[in-house]
Nanobody
Framework: QVQLVESGGGLVQAGGSLRLSCAAS????????MGWFRQAPGKERVFVAS????????YYRNFAKGRFTISRDNAKNTVYLQMNSLTPEDTALYYC??????????????WGQGTQVTVSS
């Protein structure tokens, strides 16, 4: 069993930055691939980025490439999403997910409750 708790969301102006964190509990948390997803009001949940257990496999959705960076610190059981050059289109509830292997998809085994990101114009 893995519990995930996201933090770091908030209100930011367009062009600003935020760093999201996802703390995973459980002795084997570092053995899971991790991913970030987002869901805007009235829209489906979509993939943002994922990272393999060892951090050597990283994937981004096109809109995240060049602006977002996913990373993990297995010693802290934490995965991060650094988001730069934010636009109002990035406004969404951001979720962390964990799955035994890659790719991490919307069918991932474990999910956090989400952290809200709101970007004002």
């Amino acid at each position: 069993q893995v519990q995930l708790v996201e933090s770091g969301g908030g209100l930011v102006q367009a062009g600003g930055s935020l760093r999201l964190s996802c703390a995973a509990s459980g002795r084997t948390a570092s053995t899971y691939a991790m991913g970030w997803f987002r869901q805007a009001p009235g829209k489906e949940r979509v993939f943002v980025a994922s990272i393999s257990r060892g951090g050597d496999g990283i994937y981004y959705r096109n809109f995240a490439k060049g602006r977002f960076t996913i990373s993990r610190d297995n010693a802290k059981n934490t995965v991060y999403l650094q988001m730069n050059s934010l636009t109002p289109e990035d406004t969404a509830l951001y979720y962390c997910a964990a799955d035994p292997g890659m790719p991490v998809t919307t069918s991932a085994r474990y999910w956090g409750q989400g952290t809200q990101v709101t970007v004002s114009s």
